[in-house]
Structure formats: structure tokens, C-alpha cells
């Protein structure tokens, strides 16, 4: 139990380091994005081809709108952290809730640096899925199970008027 207890603490405070650290070192990069008002454009490589003119890739952008809002999701992810690890540091499962964490984050940096409208609805999926596991992260107790549901139900019908958003302006600009 000890050895449980103390491999948990370390997980902790690792990825509290490790998310600290890319915190201060987005503060580092202010300067680029506001002030020089770069932005990078990120193309990681083609997801999937519509016919042969249209190809759907991985495409990243940052330029300082959407700057603002990784420092925004990553400062809130560090007091999400500290407040976790003071509420849930004696859970018998905080490595899962810890793998949670971390794929929400990573999903909502996805959603906001997203290059392109598929980027964007892959994102907000990511983001949907992540709120149901953090949602029923007490997987035995049906009252989590039923919140999670009528949450996963929501999005699913929100995420119909998105999709449709995406073929209509995919219809219309290409």
C-alpha cells in the first residue's frame, strides 16, 4: 500500500513538473507571438483524401489568438493539477485519472491550434471524449455513469450540428 501510495506521489509530481515546465516556457514565448506577431503553420501529413483534388491533412497554426488560448488551457491545466493532487492524492486509481488528465489537455491544444475545420471537429471529439472518461472517472458508482451518459448524449447532439457545419463550409470555401 506504502509503494502504491508513493509510486502515486511520483507520478504527480512529475507530470505536474513536466506540465509547469511547458507552462513557463509558453510564458517564454510571448514575446515571438504578441510582439513580433509571428505564427507558425505546422503541416504533419495527410489524414485522408476526398477525391483528387482534395486531401484533409494534419495541419497545425499558431499565431497569437490561438497562442493565448494554449497559455489560457495550459495555466488552468497547472491549478487543475495542484487541486488534484489535493483531493485525489489517496485514490486507488490516480494513474488513470492522471492519463485523463493529460488527454484532456492535450485535446483542448489540439482544439484551439487546430489548421484546419477537420483539425477542429477532430479536437472537439478528442475534448468529448476526455469530459466522459473524467466525468465516470468513478466507474463503479452508477450516479457518474448516468451524468457521464446524459454529458456524452449532449455532445453527441452538439457534435451533429458541428458536423454539419463542417460539410456546409467545407461545401462552400473547399
Not at 7 to 30: A, E, G
Not at 73 to 81: D, E, G, L, R
Not at 103 to 112: D, Q
Request: glycine share 2%; net charge neutral; aromatic share 28%.
Amino acid at each position: 500500500l506504502h509503494f502504491i501510495l508513493i509510486f502515486s506521489l511520483l507520478l504527480y509530481v512529475l507530470n505536474f513538473i513536466s506540465l509547469f515546465f511547458f507552462w513557463v516556457s509558453l510564458l517564454y514565448q510571448l514575446n515571438f507571438f504578441f510582439l513580433d506577431n509571428n505564427f507558425i503553420y505546422l503541416n504533419v501529413g495527410k489524414w485522408f483524401s476526398i477525391n483528387s483534388q482534395t486531401k484533409i491533412n494534419f495541419d497545425f497554426f499558431i499565431d497569437n489568438v490561438s497562442f493565448s488560448f494554449v497559455v489560457l488551457t495550459t495555466s488552468i491545466a497547472v491549478f487543475v493539477y495542484l487541486y488534484a493532487f489535493s483531493y485525489f492524492r489517496y485514490e486507488p486509481h490516480v494513474d488513470k485519472l492522471l492519463i485523463f488528465l493529460n488527454l484532456f489537455v492535450i485535446s483542448m491544444i489540439t482544439f484551439v491550434i487546430s489548421g484546419n475545420i477537420f483539425m477542429t471537429f477532430f479536437g472537439w471529439e478528442l475534448v468529448g471524449l476526455t469530459s466522459f472518461l473524467l466525468i465516470n472517472f468513478w466507474i463503479t458508482r452508477v450516479s457518474t455513469l448516468k451524468a457521464a451518459f446524459k454529458a456524452f448524449v449532449f455532445n453527441k447532439f452538439s457534435d451533429m450540428f458541428f458536423l454539419f457545419f463542417c460539410i456546409v463550409f467545407f461545401n462552400i470555401y473547399g
